[in-house]
């Protein structure tokens, strides 16, 4: 079975332009959620979709927005970057969501913003 | 509101000791915690969970956790650590504060484990 899929691996982008992300989930797996991942503020939580609907949201500003595919793959944008911007976002896949579901989580993608 | 506290940035280990990685949560109602390792320019991967049932939890690569409620900890151990064990390793519990279903998980500041030859 194949892993999370995130393409892609790096990006370099200047400040003021925008990034598209994109995340393949497992096979059968319907939840994906995104986070960032920064040395100084460690791994935090973007959002996370079920069946094309965000059904929970960080605290992050409105520049940051996704969307779930029918197929369950799923996308982060982030518009306006910032050179705080700069992480590691990672995406994970999960199946239903009860408490007890570990999360399956990609390589991430290696964001720069210069 | 859930959290998880790593008080040690890094933990140094000498091959073959065993190994401790500190763990300590708040949350209201019943814990869902997690440990995680991320090895260098990779994601994460699951290592073990604790939902209910025994207090020590067996996980992946020889890793175990207790969980202790009067304490409110959930350290991660290995009885003999490996040099292939050094990495970002990270505390977790699931955010169920929301009241609804999620895979929101709440991570700690992450320690890393350096075991040396």
């Known amino acids: 079975k194949a892993g999370v899929t995130q393409t892609p691996r790096y990006l370099i982008k200047t400040r003021g332009q925008q990034v598209t992300l994109s995340c393949s989930p497992i096979?059968?797996?319907?939840?994906v959620s995104w986070y960032q991942q920064t040395p100084g503020q460690g791994l935090q939580f973007l959002f996370e979709?079920?069946?094309?609907?965000?059904?929970n949201k960080g605290n992050f500003p409105g520049r940051f927005s996704g969307r779930q595919f029918s197929n369950s793959r799923s996308e982060m944008n982030v518009s306006t970057l910032e050179l705080g911007d700069s992480a590691l976002y990672l995406c994970?896949?999960?199946?239903?969501?009860?408490?007890?579901?570990?999360?399956?989580f990609g390589s991430g993608t290696q964001l720069s913003v210069l | 509101a859930q959290s998880v506290a790593q008080p040690e940035d890094q933990v140094n280990v000498a091959e073959g000791n065993p190994l401790t990685v500190k763990c300590t949560y708040s949350?209201?109602?019943?814990?869902?915690l997690f440990w995680y390792v991320q090895y260098p320019n990779r994601g994460l991967q699951f290592l073990l969970k604790?939902?209910?049932?025994?207090?020590l939890v067996k996980g992946s690569y020889g890793f175990e956790a207790e969980f202790n409620k009067s304490q409110t900890s959930f350290h991660l151990k290995k009885p003999s650590a490996l040099v292939s064990d050094s990495a970002l390793y990270f505390c977790?519990?699931?955010?169920?504060?929301?009241?609804?279903?999620?895979?929101?998980?709440?991570f700690g500041t992450g320690t890393l484990l350096a075991v040396q030859p």
């Open positions: 994970a896949s999960s199946g239903e969501g009860s408490v007890n579901e570990k999360l399956f």
């Open positions: 096979s059968g797996h319907r939840s």
């Open positions: 979709y079920f069946s094309e609907t965000q059904r």
């Open positions: 949350v209201s109602g019943n814990p869902y």
């Open positions: 604790y939902i209910t049932g025994d207090n």
């Open positions: 977790a519990v699931r955010d169920i504060g929301g009241g609804g279903a999620t895979n929101k998980l709440i």
